[in-house]
């Protein structure tokens, strides 16, 4: 099922949007920000509901099969976690290209990346 995103700044205004095919959540809040502190890194994986996970899981192999259950655990864990903003933006500011951040995978990152660059020109609603 096809769902459309929305990236929100900080304050709510709109960023951009894309086609979202697999992704897990609909609303996505995501902002430019200044690269983060060793020390606030830190704090906000510490409350991660990654952290006692194995790292593998969010890694998979492959892009059929067993690797696509291995995704759908990965987002699954991103799902009820606190962080899931904070990772997200780190992911995106820091270039991640592999594995599940934030809940998005590699692909669906890339197509995000995209709109914040190039966003959509507005609909006018007739």
Excluded at 25 to 51: F, G, I
């Amino acid at each position: 099922m096809s769902r459309r995103v929305l990236v929100l700044d900080a304050d709510g205004e709109l960023r951009g949007q894309f086609e979202d095919m697999n992704s897990t959540y609909m609303w996505s809040h995501v902002r430019t920000q200044e690269p983060q502190s060793a020390e606030d890194l830190e704090v906000w994986r510490q409350r991660s509901a990654c952290r006692d996970e194995d790292p593998e899981l969010f890694f998979p192999v492959g892009t059929t099969g067993p690797a696509l259950r291995q995704l759908e655990e990965a987002k699954a864990v991103c799902r009820r976690c606190l962080v899931i903003r904070e990772c997200l933006n780190w992911a995106l500011g820091t270039g991640q290209d592999a594995g599940v951040w934030g809940g998005l995978d590699e692909d669906e990152r890339r197509a995000l990346r995209r709109q914040l660059v190039n966003p959509p020109a507005p609909r006018v609603s007739q």
